[in-house]
């Protein structure tokens, strides 16, 4: 925490004559580490949004002063004023906003670009301070960060103005800055204190962006020696259907990269089909498809969960032909009679699917996938009565 011992006459309950008059003679302090001014306790709080971190740190003082005085239903518009206020001290004049806590600066800091209430906020770290009105307040972000307060505030160095609302809210005895929603790609601070809250969006418009970014400047080191971190990345662009071209890259070096780092398996084939397909190479993606059905590492899991995935995306008989493919290669091994029984279901021969699903459920391996089937069991049974 920065050395606060020189400003504390600025804060005390003493006349404006008295704090200046005091300023050399406390200059002599500097480096000492006492009690925060007011015993307003350094706090802060921090938010990921994706690969961005966003922090507010501010000291924070509360609605009862230490010796008793109460002040609920005197903090706004009167502690705090509503508007521009003169502090009676520094540059600021009659035109000081409010620092959003006491003590120092309250500092938020973002990892990277972000958008406040819609509007572009570059990285970088900010004095936050704010307007307060009875309607509406202004969110005031200031290139200099690091002055005491409010008291040196100017315009002309403002990097962002935004408005919010203030809105009732739970009480706080200590003023909080809290993240009231959190989503993968935007969040929700909060200044709340009192019964008062004031909250503002956060958002990252290019989340796929940074996280591929990131992904492919952590390849070029030790995470790129394995085909599985290039598989992982590939399916992040996949599954998210970003940067697909770049995903496509991914994918060839997952199962075909030089040096060891590729390996042709089910997962890695399937994968390149995939990204493939997504990029208009559809004989390719067939091609490789049919590579990894037949590779020696495919498993019937996951033989059964492509054709589930298949059937996922509404081909039927696509899947049926991978569950049947499934059962030829693993004969009686779990799961491909409930493969079989679902794949017969999806394209309407129900009595062959019944026939399957009475051999699947004395193979199935827990109690989940027992009443699974015997639900499904029940339910042909139902459809084929009197067929």
Known sequence: MRNNARFLPLLAAATLLTAVSALPALAQLEGLTIPPSGDNQYSSA????????????????????????DRRGKIWGGL?????????????????PWRGGANENTVFTTSHDVKIQGQPLPAGTYGLHFIPG??????????????????????????????????????????????????????????????????????????????????????????????????????????HKTHLDRGLRFAEMATHGAGGIGQENFTTLMTLADLQAANSKTEDAQKNRQLALQNPSATPIEIHQYA???????????????????????????????????????????KEALAEARLALPQAPDELNKKS???????????TKGK
Not at 49 to 66: A, D, F
Request: charge should be negative.
């Open 373 to 383: 089937i015997a639900t499904m069991i029940q339910k042909l049974e139902e459809e």
């Open 46 to 69: 921090t938010q990921g949004i994706g690969l961005v971190r966003v922090s507010v740190e501010y000291h924070s003082p509360q609605v009862q002063r230490p010796k008793g005085q």
């Open 308 to 350: 589930r995935q298949l059937q996922g995306q509404g081909q039927n008989e696509e899947a049926l032909k991978v569950f049947e493919a499934n059962a030829k290669r693993f004969p009686n091994q779990w799961p491909v009679h409930v493969g079989l029984a679902r794949g017969y279901a999806g394209v309407g021969k129900k």
């Open 134 to 239: 009875k309607e509406d307040w202004t969110v005031v972000f200031s290139k200099n960060h690091t002055s005491w307060g409010s008291f040196t505030y100017n315009a002309k160095e403002d990097a962002l103005r935004v408005q919010a609302k203030p809105e009732k809210s739970a009480y706080h005895e200590w003023l909080t800055y809290e993240f009231t929603d959190r989503q993968p790609d935007r969040a929700t601070l909060a200044l709340a204190w009192e019964d008062l809250q004031v909250p503002f969006t956060i958002t990252v418009d290019n989340i796929a962006d940074l996280y591929v970014e990131n992904m492919t400047r952590e390849l070029r080191s030790s995470p790129g020696f394995t085909w599985q971190n290039w598989n992982q990345a590939a399916q992040y662009c996949r599954d």
């Open 80 to 96: 705090v004023p509503y508007g521009m206020a003169n502090l009676g001290f520094g540059t600021c004049g009659d035109e000081c």
